[in-house]
């Protein structure tokens, strides 16, 4: 992610909290379970030893070498890496959905669904369509049941929420089945789970006349720092979250089966003096947590270094806080305002030394606690790879950790897509685009997917050419094209259509898009040496992640890298080791091969039909799947096609792509629905029901390569 552009988070303008909740859904009109006593907190593993839950997710943390001359990120993590494969296993056949960015792959892997069923399938930030065609921003950081935030204007025309199912309500919060069980869950910087900024998120949990929107406007730094990016949500019980400690109401209006009685702590200034009462909250070495501006309290979320990050952990862990969520902030960036290091730079290789001594101290500390692999699960996780936009590192063959490296060429190649489309293509239609190696691109109007203004944009833009600075070659920008056709496919489109955009743009991944001069008088790409490291497109090294797990009911396996899985699938294997249950049906599958014998249900060990459905069900219906990446080329092919006399080769595809994508949603109902039968339900999948299954997706498989 790294540094303001990506998260696009510290917004301290004041917009007023719009549109009222939906209530009543509920997905199975069961209701919610009675709450567990006061100071318990029962989770339901297989043998009964899973007591506390630690989830870490780093911002672009890589297992394999970027520069195969130098150790990757966690070989220089050995304190984190020898812990994973001596104890666990680490996944290293992992993938994230589309498109691949901080945002919608946390989210992905806290629900275990992709983003058109929670709402948020695109960038840190977006554009939408208002009804008359214009467009405005929407930033995908904020609280779960905030509106859209949109930091540009005080009257936001889309009031749903920001976190939305496929039937247009508040997406189902992953906390709520710790909760229900008596356990308080603890977030640390974590996607939409805490406060993310204080413009929406202040008025929708304090409210608009609150003593915390005073704060805000007298004092915004100090508010950020107050109530943003760390929060507790607790068991409907606990004494932890009460109003005397400054705990609100947790409100989550259309979650299933009701959730009333509960109450969260919103923010450093309520949960510091939780779990550190004896003085301010310090990181792993010590030093007072602050942001850089010398506010005492949440750093920020480019502020997230490892030992700041799992302090809080630790802390959280030792005073009655037994689930906690963390994120860690990149290593690749010289926090907070860059620039970015290349893959050995001696800035690159010092951060991951901080990490690593980070990560050293953090399980001696919960060892003494009594926190380890015998009573804990541990997942750890990246949300995305990311690609390295630059030219060799010198001196030829340095590793970094001897030798520094050094790079004359480093940056991801800004490109202004606007003045290019006018110089090389002669296109001049009003849009505007979310900025990206993935542009989400919005013409004004919101014009028809046929449209032929769609159309000769769309084909303009497959068009473009760039020298590149770095190399000095000429390079076709465009890789890939999606339009709302393909992007169903991909599981990008919403309840919320005017999220939608005209079409998505996959580029060459040096490349960083954005809406600039109608014309290259000044330079249209440049390199750029404060980023670095793009994310968002489609190619391996960006879609490719990792998964590591150590616990009870967790094999010791070290590497396994021939399970293919992605961010949909931590949810439920998650459920399944620790007896919880969510309320709807997730996108992912429990990753059982990884799990020790005496934790895999027996209805997932009763023939080998649970595991060939689980397989093949990833590959047609995982957003980076075999299906989704050959449907993606298809499409590609057919938008490239056709011209404004003659667009049947467009059409054609367009019918043929809709066809599959309703097949493949149909089939993979009925896949998911007989694989959390067996993972929750007890119920086996035959070998006749599987073998049915299996023939029809590779069928479904079939149609979609002959495209």
Request: aromatic share 8%; with cysteine; net charge negative.
């Amino acid at each position: 992610m790294g540094i303001f552009r990506r998260r696009l988070l510290h917004l301290a303008a004041i917009v007023p909290l719009v549109g009222a909740a939906f209530t009543g859904f509920s997905t199975n009109g069961s209701a919610a379970p009675a709450a567990p006593s006061a100071g318990t907190c029962v989770l339901n593993s297989a043998k009964g030893q899973v007591q506390h839950v630690i989830n870490v997710q780093f911002d672009n943390t890589h297992f394999t070498r970027d520069n195969p001359n130098v150790p990757s990120d966690l070989e220089q993590m050995p304190n984190l890496l020898n812990f994973i494969e001596s104890n666990g296993v680490l996944l290293s056949n992992h993938h994230t959905p589309l498109i691949s960015h901080t945002a919608t792959d946390i989210l992905t892997s806290f629900t275990g669904v992709y983003g058109d069923k929670m709402g948020v399938p695109v960038s840190n930030s977006f554009r939408y369509f208002n009804p008359d065609g214009s467009t405005n921003l929407g930033v995908s950081f904020a609280y779960w049941t905030d509106p859209l935030f949109d930091p540009n204007t005080s009257t936001p025309t889309d009031t749903r929420f920001n976190m939305l199912t496929a039937d247009g309500h508040n997406a189902p919060a992953p906390w709520v089945p710790y909760t229900r069980a008596g356990c308080n869950v603890g977030q640390v910087a974590t996607a939409n789970t805490v406060l993310e900024n204080i413009a929406t998120d202040i008025p929708t949990v304090f409210g608009a006349g609150s003593p915390q929107a005073a704060e805000v406007t007298a004092n915004p730094g100090q508010a950020f720092a107050d109530f943003v990016g760390i929060g507790v949500h607790c068991a409907a019980a606990s004494a932890m979250c009460s109003a005397a400690n400054g705990g609100e109401a947790d409100r989550l209006p259309d979650e299933p089966g009701g959730y009333s009685g509960f109450n969260g702590l919103f923010g450093h200034k309520y949960v510091a003096p939780q779990i550190s009462p004896n003085g301010p909250m310090t990181d792993l070495d010590g030093n007072v947590i602050q942001d850089p501006n010398g506010h005492v309290g949440f750093p920020g979320f480019d502020g997230m270094a490892a030992s700041v990050s799992l302090s809080y952990v630790a802390a959280m862990q030792e005073h009655g806080i037994p689930i906690t969520y963390a994120y860690i902030s990149d290593a690749h960036d010289a926090h907070p305002n860059g620039p970015a290091f290349g893959p050995g730079s001696a800035g690159y290789v010092a951060a991951l030394k901080a990490y690593d001594t980070a990560f050293g101290k953090f399980f001696q500390r919960l060892a003494g606690d009594g926190i380890n692999k015998s009573n804990t699960l541990f997942v750890f996780t990246a949300d995305e790879g990311d690609h390295f936009a630059g030219g060799p590192a010198s001196p030829a063959g340095c590793d970094g950790v001897t030798t520094p490296c050094t790079y004359s060429k480093i940056g991801e190649i800004n490109t202004n897509y606007t003045g290019l489309l006018a110089t090389e293509q002669g296109i001049t239609t009003p849009f505007n685009v979310h900025g990206d190696d993935a542009p989400t691109v919005y013409i004004d109007g919101n014009p028809a997917p046929a449209d032929p203004l769609a159309r000769t944009f769309e084909r303009a833009s497959s068009e473009l050419t760039a020298v590149s600075p770095i190399t000095g070659n000429t390079d076709t920008i465009t890789k890939f094209l999606a339009d709302p056709v393909e992007m169903k496919a991909l599981h990008m489109v919403t309840a919320d259509p005017a999220r939608t955009p005209t079409f998505t743009l996959f580029a060459d991944p040096n490349y960083f898009l954005f809406h600039g001069a109608p014309n290259c008088n000044s330079p249209c790409v440049s390199e750029n040496p404060k980023f670095a490291w793009n994310h968002g497109d489609v190619q391996p090294e960006i879609v490719t992640t990792w998964l590591g797990m150590v616990g009870p009911g967790v094999a010791q396996l070290g590497v396994d890298s021939s399970t293919w899985s992605d961010h949909t699938d931590i949810r439920p294997t998650l459920m399944l080791l620790l007896g919880l249950k969510d309320d709807y049906s997730h996108d992912g599958r429990a990753l059982t091969e990884d799990l020790s014998g005496f934790a895999r249900p027996a209805a997932t060990t009763m023939s080998g039909g649970f595991i060939k459905v689980a397989r093949m069900y990833k590959q047609i219906e995982a957003t980076v799947g075999d299906f989704g990446l050959t449907t993606l080329s298809a499409s590609t092919r057919g938008i490239e096609s056709g011209s404004s006399t003659d667009d049947s080769g467009y059409s054609n595809m367009e019918s043929q792509l809709s066809s599959l994508t309703s097949q493949r949603d149909a089939l993979a109902a009925q896949m998911i629905s007989a694989l959390e039968g067996a993972e929750f339900n007890g119920t086996p999948i035959s070998e006749a029901q599987a073998q049915m299954l299996v023939a029809q997706g590779q069928a479904l498989l079939d149609a979609a390569h002959a495209l």
